[in-house]
């Protein structure tokens, strides 16, 4: 069982920056895989960015350039570094872990983002 919890979401002017955070717990050996998404209400849940386990990084296209995604093994934290935010990256982020048989989501983080 893995419990991720994500804090540093917020209200920021266009332009501006955030980094969120994403602490994980529970009983696992260690995390695979650990990324992040965004979700809009009324539309899909959309890929970020993930870090696998030894540091090997993905983002998509939207993400590339301007987020960071990192993490720090020792604290079983993943964070995700935002900058030149713009409106339209205004919705909730979640953590995702992944593990051997198993994916877990946190709870969910709020950005807007104002223009």
């Known amino acids: 069982q893995v419990h991720l919890v994500e804090s540093g979401g917020g209200l920021v002017q266009a332009g501006g920056s955030l980094r969120l955070s994403c602490v994980a717990s529970?009983?696992?050996?260690?995390?695979?895989?650990m990324g992040w998404y965004r979700q809009v209400p009324g539309r899909q849940r959309e890929f970020i960015a993930y870090?696998?386990?030894?540091?090997?990084?993905t983002y998509a296209n939207s993400a590339k350039g301007r987020f960071t995604i990192s993490e720090d093994n020792a604290k079983n934290t993943v964070y995700l570094q935002m900058n030149s935010l713009t409106p339209e990256d205004t919705a909730v982020y979640y953590c995702?872990?992944?593990?051997?048989?198993?994916?877990?989501w946190g709870q969910g983080t709020q950005v807007t983002v104002s223009s």
């Open positions: 995702n872990g992944q593990v051997p048989g198993g994916s877990y």
């Open positions: 529970g009983s696992f050996f260690r995390l695979n895989l």
């Open positions: 870090i696998a386990y030894g540091g090997a990084t």
